[in-house]
């Protein structure tokens, strides 16, 4: 079955620094990769999502880049701001499958 | 639109208590699934479920039942809950298992 690594497990950085949270996979029938953020106290929430078709996609400060041969993505948060505080989650799925597998979580501190 | 509903909040169990998670939409979502949230460890799907009359378990499914009479609501249930159930509990739903949205979790403690 589906495999998700996921690196740092914790990050901090400056407030206006960009971070970087790596994820890898196992299964190269994986398709979707999506990515959630989850505060303190509070539900996971879909914040960007990337298909197996496209290399890259943008949303403001936020971007995710796909390398399928290499089986591993990446979420870059730009210009950071206090309130990206919060645990990062990557996700894989093969979607005739209908599982969605998580990676374990990366706690980002972003330090005014 | 309440979204996903859970209920309870929190809750606290003794070894060997059975219990049930109520979960419900009011999106008309087929698809629904069940997470535990351990530190360090996750989200780990328990059971899903693409459809009413249809479940399937995902990675760590032992100890736990699900039934799906109805597009709604996909109850959780713990047979005889052991102190490695202490867990935060989610339920999510979509159309598919793509752009999942979650309740708002339960918190369960096994003594």
Not at chain 1, 7 to 29: M, R
Not at chain 1, 50 to 70: F, H, M, P
Not at chain 2, 54 to 61: A, K, L, Y
Request: net charge negative.
């Amino acid at each position: 079955g589906e495999n998700v690594e996921q690196h740092p497990s914790t990050l901090s950085v400056q407030e206006g620094d960009s971070a970087v949270i790596k994820c890898t996979y196992s299964d190269s029938a994986s398709n979707y990769f999506p990515w959630y953020k989850q505060e303190l106290g509070k539900r996971p929430q879909l914040i960007i999502d990337i298909r197996s078709n496209v290399g890259e996609k943008k949303d403001q400060r936020i971007a995710v880049t796909l390398n399928k041969t290499a089986k591993h993505f990446s979420l870059h948060i730009t210009e950071t701001q206090p309130e990206d505080s919060a645990v990062y989650f990557c996700a894989a799925i093969e979607t005739s499958y209908d599982k969605v597998i998580f990676g374990p979580g990366t706690s980002l501190s972003v330090i005014p | 639109n309440a979204g996903v509903t859970q209920t309870p909040k929190f809750q606290v169990l003794k070894t060997g208590q059975s219990m049930t998670l109520q979960c419900a939409q009011d999106m008309n979502h087929e698809y629904m699934s069940w997470y535990r949230q351990d530190p360090g460890m996750g989200l780990r799907l328990i059971h899903y479920s693409v459809g009413a009359g249809i479940t399937d378990q995902g990675e760590v499914p032992n100890g736990y039942n699900v039934s799906r009479s109805t597009t709604e609501d996909f109850p959780l249930r713990l047979l005889s809950a052991a102190p490695s159930q202490t867990s935060v509990y989610f339920c999510a739903s979509s159309n598919s298992p793509l752009e999942q949205y979650f309740g708002p979790g339960t918190r369960l403690t096994v003594t």
